[in-house]
């Protein structure tokens, strides 16, 4: 869980693509899920999904991440299936209609959500927000908060599972409690997180101010983002996604 | 050259002052130590220093802070950032960037270090602070310690004039904290950086300071030569600010024998006086 | 007491860091882990009080295998004071912080018998009680965890940098405090220290560390005067212990400033040699 948004360093073509590119990926694999309603062409976007995965060379990484998601699936499965009441009945209380619609939210969710965990794995996000200043002209600060929102997560996991672990040490049970009888032990804790938090995003709003943040420009990434051969092919790739999309 | 002119500072919201009617001179090529108990005001002083007091803390601000002749309060972040550079005390809160490379890259960038210059200043940086072997690593894969030396490689990689540090060796063993002191003295003697430093670490600090700034309560309540402020080593013992013990030692021994000893820093120095004290 | 039986423990996706350490800790000991940084010093008290599981060997507290019951359970018995006292403050009051510790392991005893012994801890740390932890200074909450711990009176007491970014008074304050409990209740302790003086003057047992194997135990005094064992693990001994061994010829027993200064003086004496 800790490392589920980390960068996987890599070479592969994925990796190689402009961090745009990969953004227009994920965004028209959106797109794509929200376009159509057929059930075989979500199935397909969830192909291409754990495909890219794997061109990727972050196939664990695609597993961990399609397990997780899973979990999420099937409650929301089982809770669309229960409570549609129309169409014909299959068996019990559950209809046709229902199963085919959970069926659609869920892999729409699962479609959706893969593409964005895994574009954090394959690109750094240095390199996200210095091309989407560069090559899309986003004003810095939003990019900043972006990469800065992004760099917290790992560092607030860290936190969460220090406090829980020093709570534990000393006789809270977490270790023994489950589900959400955990997450109610876990709540009052989020106060002095949120206390900690707050006071250390302060402090490192003040940290990138004396290392220059202000005097950062469009033209300040070391790095420079053109478009390959690899981009326009992945181009022709989402133009066509989006079509079939639309046709189907 | 710092200079500090009756310098008193209240936090926006906060009665007391955290700082009141300080007076600091910090020559260029100086290497001055801060030490005191927790809530002295040591970090209060370095912000004022980088302007983040008053710029970005705000409160009631009177008198001066000058950072090369430049008043600090028409001064902004950005032009005094290009003179001073800052390691957190919160290395934590210090880091932006995930992985360490970005982070050397994040200063070097913002202040238009040549394209051509940064690839060797990076590898400079990160092989002085002795962790050229992290470069790709995740900044979440790292221990404490080696993150606080990613925040100092950050830093020393931007070579400013001035360089302030708030406790940066507080997750590092004793070995690697002799070896950020000594690249700090080597610093300070090669290149003229003046090196301004709070510590906790006295006998670090002692070994490797050359004048000593003794804060409590908001207040200096001692400056000058480190041997010099040492010598007062029972008024600092009062305020809860710790001595060497070769300092201690030589201290029992001026009272025992009744005939001044000379201040020690370090171990040579005890040896010696002991030698030629027992002849 | 403690036992670790070969313990070996590596973290997911890298070598050991811990390999193969034994060692017995007896009732009323106190003890101290040296090692550099990434010597596996951490982590070895983690095992020691199961908040890590060993990958091969066992580790007994009281004869009881850690595998064998949840950490939650053995708060009662064991202590751990952590280097950031934040992780552990969790309530408005310095009251209800001890109050919560003790609801948490010696619910059974009672309202009425957890705020006595609550009153007790107050005035025995001269806390008010009123006091809110986030508004203490870093050393003060450090002394509201320790206060927290030590308020359910555990027989051991697992200190992992229980020091760090604390001043010299507050360093102090804890250390006194700890060694008060190891010598009138005889409460076992065990902790991490970078500061060698610290260990020096409280410790009275150290086990050297040096990536992640046990490489010396024994009294604290007679591990600093090893001059080969501590090059080995990358430690510097304390100042006294160090100019003692630079001098030899007697000094090397002194180490402390004052048993320092009267065998300095002693040899005047005899030599005769005038002030």
């Known amino acids: 869980m800790n490392n589920l948004f980390q960068y996987v360093p890599g070479k592969s073509v994925i990796h190689r693509m402009n961090p745009i590119t990969k953004l227009l990926i994920t965004i028209v694999i959106c797109v794509a899920a929200f376009l159509s309603d057929r059930l075989l062409f979500l199935a397909g976007l969830l192909a291409v999904d754990l495909l890219i995965g794997v061109i990727g060379g972050v196939a664990n990484r695609t597993w961990q991440i399609f397990r997780g998601l899973l979990k999420i699936a099937i409650f929301l499965f089982l809770l669309q299936v229960l409570l549609t009441r129309k169409g014909t009945p299959v068996f019990w209380i559950i209809t046709d209609q229902g199963l085919l619609t959970a069926g659609k939210v869920v892999l729409r969710l699962v479609v959706v959500c893969m593409p964005l965990a895994l574009m954090l794995a394959v690109t750094r996000i240095s390199d996200l927000t210095n091309a989407l200043v560069q090559v899309l002209h986003v004003p810095y600060q939003y990019a900043f908060t972006l990469s800065t929102a992004i760099r917290f997560i790992p560092q607030f996991m860290e936190e969460m599972s220090g406090i829980m672990e020093a709570q534990t040490a000393r006789g809270v049970a977490f270790d023994k409690a489950r589900g959400l009888k955990k997450f109610s032990m876990i709540l009052p804790l989020c106060a002095p997180l949120l206390i900690s938090s707050v006071r250390r995003t302060d402090q490192t709003a003040a940290a990138a101010e004396v290392r220059g943040f202000r005097l950062r420009t469009r033209q300040s990434g070391y790095k420079r983002y053109p478009f390959t051969g690899v981009d326009f092919g992945a181009f022709v790739f989402c133009g066509a996604l989006l079509a079939a999309a639309i046709i189907l | 050259m710092i200079c500090f002119k009756d310098l008193s500072f209240t936090y926006k919201g906060e009665k007391a002052p955290a700082l009141s009617e300080i007076n600091l001179t910090v020559e260029d090529g100086g290497f001055l130590g801060i030490i005191g108990p927790a809530g002295a005001g040591k970090t209060t002083l370095a912000r004022a220093i980088t302007g983040m007091i008053p710029h970005h803390y705000t409160g009631d601000f009177y008198g001066s802070v000058a950072v090369n002749g430049l008043d600090t309060v028409d001064t902004s972040i950005d032009e005094i950032s290009r003179m001073v550079g800052m390691v957190f005390q919160d290395v934590e809160s210090q880091i932006i960037s995930p992985l360490v490379e970005d982070e050397i890259l994040y200063g070097l960038e913002n202040f238009g270090v040549p394209r051509e210059e940064i690839p060797q200043r990076m590898a400079e940086a990160l092989q002085k602070v002795g962790i050229a072997d992290l470069q790709e690593r995740s900044i979440a894969s790292l221990s404490g310690g080696q993150r606080q030396k990613v925040a100092i490689a950050s830093i020393i990689a931007l070579k400013p004039q001035v360089l302030v540090l708030d406790e940066p060796t507080g997750e590092l063993d004793p070995r690697s904290s002799r070896q950020i002191f000594s690249l700090l003295k080597e610093l300070n003697e090669e290149q003229g950086i003046t090196v301004i430093l709070i510590e906790q670490k006295i006998m670090l600090l002692c070994e490797f300071a050359k004048q000593l700034a003794v804060v409590s309560g908001g207040k200096i309540i001692r400056q000058g030569n480190t041997r010099d402020v040492l010598a007062h080593a029972d008024e600092l013992q009062a305020l809860g600010v710790n001595c060497p013990r070769v300092t201690t030692l030589s201290r029992m021994l001026s009272e025992k024998t009744g005939a001044a000893q000379p201040v020690c820093i370090n171990l040579e120095e005890a040896e010696k006086m002991v030698r030629r004290l027992i002849g | ?275």
Do not use: W
Request: net charge negative.
């Open chain 3, 1 to 275: 007491m403690i036992t670790l039986e070969n313990v070996s423990f590596a973290y997911a996706d890298q070598g050991p860091s811990v390999q193969d350490v034994s060692f017995r800790l007896e009732k009323g000991e106190f003890a101290a882990i040296l090692g550099a940084n990434g010597a596996g010093k951490t982590t070895t008290v983690r095992l020691m009080d199961g908040l890590l599981k060993p990958t091969s060997g066992r580790v007994l507290i009281n004869d009881m295998d850690t595998v064998k019951s949840q950490v939650s359970e053995r708060a009662r018995k064991v202590g751990f004071l952590f280097q950031n006292p934040d992780r552990q403050i969790c309530k408005n009051t310095v009251r209800e912080e001890i109050l919560f510790g003790l609801r948490t392991v010696r619910g059974d005893e009672g309202e009425e018998a957890l705020q006595a012994r609550t009153d007790e801890v107050l005035k025995d740390f001269h806390f008010t009680g009123d006091e809110e932890p986030f508004s203490l200074s870093r050393g003060q909450r450090q002394r509201v965890a320790l206060a927290s711990i030590l308020a359910v009176e555990p027989e051991i007491l697992i200190l992992d940098e229980p020091t760090t970014g604390l001043d010299y008074l507050e360093c102090c304050h804890i250390m006194d405090r700890i060694r008060k409990m190891n010598e009138e209740k005889q409460v076992t302790v065990i902790m991490v220290c970078h500061d060698m003086e610290v260990v020096l003057d409280y410790a009275r047992r150290a086990l050297v560390m040096a990536g992640g194997r046990l490489l010396a135990d024994g009294p604290v005094k007679e591990i600093f005067r090893n001059t080969e064992l501590m090059e080995k693990a990358s430690i510097l001994p304390p100042q006294m212990i160090g100019l003692g061994l630079r001098l030899g010829d007697g000094f090397e027993n002194a180490d402390t400033p004052e048993g320092m200064a009267e065998a300095v003086m002693a040899r005047r004496g005899k030599g005769g040699a005038g002030a």
